[in-house]
């Protein structure tokens, strides 16, 4: 007796030899695989979150407490609950890209204990094809950390300061004047109080004028200094000024009581100043309290009398957000693949985590050099993504080598 070989019919003669079709195997990126690993990768992702969060928030609240319980009428912890909703955004999004390393890692080390990995290899699925929950997640991850850092926390900062609850938002309170500042312009050494506004004024001013040879020449003082609408000149109202006699000799010392010592009152007179007021409005703001706006347009002006470079690194920062999560959760599924494939030994598991702290130190190194100044902004931020995309390739390469 015949037996039909596999794959074919027997309802007639002629085709009882003919091949059936056969069901091709084909990728298939939202599979039922990548559902499952997608949804533990997000309540992994939910439950680390709210471990480091209440980490964040007790660190942040609790020097503060006695300041936010007095801040209003309200019951006081009223005010503690509504000041740490508050802070969430601000203390969350630097974290996320950290926190989607580890719940990646979490939820690896649980399918390599349970024998999912291995059954996985098996059945020949490579790395690489199960990288795609972990894209997933990132593409998800970076456009909401963008408008959570970039929008959401600078309205939180403003609500804030608005109710003046909690300790920054007492410090960078724009209703009152700031307290004497100095600071160098072109024009020479300026001494001022700021009325942010808007629009932001100057007052108390004294402007100290040198010639080449850093030798004083001129004393400009006003009470009160605003901007002329569309030009850069800045109107003083009831100056005094002071210039220097021809006749004096700098070498000589200048007696107290000598007529040209003293400021004498001025008619009101115009200067030019190379200030910026959008930038005078957030003096002494930092740059992730600036809305995205203000952010843009500080970031992009140069030459405006200010240091550009924390602007510049902040706005390069919320760019890298599309990117990082998304890096950090291939890297972290990566590692895992190839260092925790067949056991979550304790050395390997703290190795792996080892380079999801080393990724999230490296990022707040590579802010702080760009806002000094050290690595131009763009370099700076570019840094641990370009890398942790990097390695993921390389760590690939090597997988596929291997299989």
Known sequence: MTHPPPFSTTSDTAGAHAPATIRHVRLAPFGQYTRYVFGNYLRSLMTIAVVLLAVAETIDLWPQIDMVMAASSAPAWRNVVYFTTLRMPGL?????????????????????????????????????????????????LGPATFVMDGYIGPMSMVEQMRHKIGRDAQRLDRSKLSNQIWMQTPQGVLSTSIAFGPPASLH?????????????????????????????????????????????????????????????????????????????????????????????????????????????????????????????????????????????????????????????????????????????????VSLVPAAALLSVVLIQRRVGRTR
Not at 207 to 218: K, N
Not at 260 to 265: A, D, E, G, S
Not at 322 to 328: D, T
């Open 204 to 380: 108390n001013m004294l402007l100290f004028r040198f010639d080449a040879e850093s030798l004083l020449t001129e004393i400009d003082k006003a009470a009160t200094v605003t901007r002329v609408p569309e030009t850069g000149l800045w109107h003083l109202q009831s100056p005094q000024l002071w210039r220097k006699p021809d006749r004096l000799d700098a070498n000589m010392p200048i007696p107290l009581d000598r007529d040209q010592t003293r400021l004498r009152p001025s008619a009101p007179f115009d200067i030019a100043l190379t200030l910026d007021p959008l930038w005078l409005s957030v003096y002494g703001m930092e740059s992730q309290y600036l809305p995205f706006s203000t952010l843009w347009t500080l970031a992009s002006h140069t030459h405006n009398g200010y240091n550009a470079a924390p602007y510049r690194t902040r706005l390069a920062m919320l760019l890298a957000m599309l990117v990082l999560p998304g890096a950090m959760a291939m890297l972290a599924s990566s590692l895992c693949a190839t260092r925790l494939a067949y056991s979550a030994a304790p050395v390997a598991t703290g190795g792996v985590i080892a380079w999801g702290y080393a990724a999230h130190a490296a990022t707040r190194a590579s802010m702080l050099l760009g806002q000094t100044g050290t690595l131009p902004a763009g370099l700076a």
């Open 92 to 140: 969350l999004a630097p974290l996320v890209p950290f926190a989607t390393f580890l719940a990646v890692c979490l939820v690896e080390i649980a399918q390599t204990r349970s024998g999912e990995r291995l059954f996985m290899a098996n059945t020949g699925r490579s790395p690489a094809k199960s990288l795609f929950p972990a894209i997933l997640l990132g593409l998800l």
